[in-house]
């Protein structure tokens, strides 16, 4: 069966400062993994999606994320925080093997200070 | 072009009532999730439908909760004889069609608070 774990509950860090997001995934088979990004009485945004072509994904808002099979990784990385990054992080797996359904991570809170 | 909307956006009931949640998702997406959202949580998967079919309702938590598509577009969550453990925020997402690769689109949620 698929799963994730965000290894970090909350993040804090300074504006301009690089962000880094860690995720370990599960899964029984090709997983596709991806991150949402959930603001404040805002719905589930989709950040980037990796389905098994280049290893290093590229997203909206300058973030990216590396798949690391050997590791079973998912990292969500960005240069340099802005205060509009403040929000919740969920990384997502879903493999045909688990029959499509997705599987949240419990998500990661970012914290930006000024 | 129009997103995943769900109605209400809060809902304050009692102990022990029937509810009923919409989803309306993108027009020509085959594929509609439901998900509950606990404070704190990560979205929990709940049952997913493609075309008017449930393809896995895995995640439905017992028998009280029930969801359909009857035409293959808009669903409804049916929660009977709620409890207080029900409280939670319920999520709706759709897709084009329901392949791992593809994206979930998500509506705002409906609040359920039960008394």
């Known amino acids: 069966a698929q799963s994730v774990t965000q290894l970090d509950s909350h993040v804090s860090v300074s504006e301009g400062t690089p962000v880094l997001l860690r995720c370990n995934y599960s899964?029984?088979?090709?997983?596709?993994l991806f991150w949402y990004v959930q603001h404040p009485n805002k719905g589930l945004q989709l950040l980037l999606k990796?389905?098994?072509?280049?290893?290093l994904v590229k997203g909206i808002n300058g973030f990216e994320a590396e798949f690391k099979k050997s590791e079973t990784s998912f990292h969500l990385t960005k240069p340099s925080a802005h205060m509009s990054d403040a929000a919740e992080y969920f990384c997502?797996?879903?493999?045909?093997?688990?029959?499509?359904?997705?599987?949240f991570g419990a998500g990661t809170r970012l914290f930006v200070k000024a | 072009g129009a997103g995943v909307s769900q109605t209400p956006s809060n809902k304050v009931t009692e102990k022990g009532k029937y509810v009923e949640l919409r989803c309306d998702p993108i027009?020509?997406?085959?594929?509609l999730y439901w998900y509950r959202q606990s404070l704190g949580q990560g979205p929990e998967f709940l049952i997913y439908?493609?075309?008017?079919?449930?393809?896995?309702d895995s995640g439905l938590p017992n028998d009280r909760f029930f969801a359909v598509r009857p035409e293959g577009s808009v669903s409804t969550l049916k929660i009977q004889r709620t409890e207080r453990g029900d409280s939670a925020v319920y999520l709706c997402?759709?897709?084009?069609?329901?392949?791992?690769?593809?994206?979930?689109?998500f509506g705002p949620g409906t609040r359920l608070t039960v008394l």
């Open positions: 990796y389905t098994s072509a280049a290893t």
């Open positions: 997502v797996v879903s493999d045909e093997f688990g029959g499509f359904k997705t599987i």
């Open positions: 027009s020509g997406h085959t594929a």
């Open positions: 997402a759709s897709s084009l069609w329901a392949g791992s690769t593809d994206t979930q689109y």
């Open positions: 899964s029984s088979y090709s997983p596709s």
């Open positions: 439908f493609q075309g008017t079919g449930a393809a896995d």
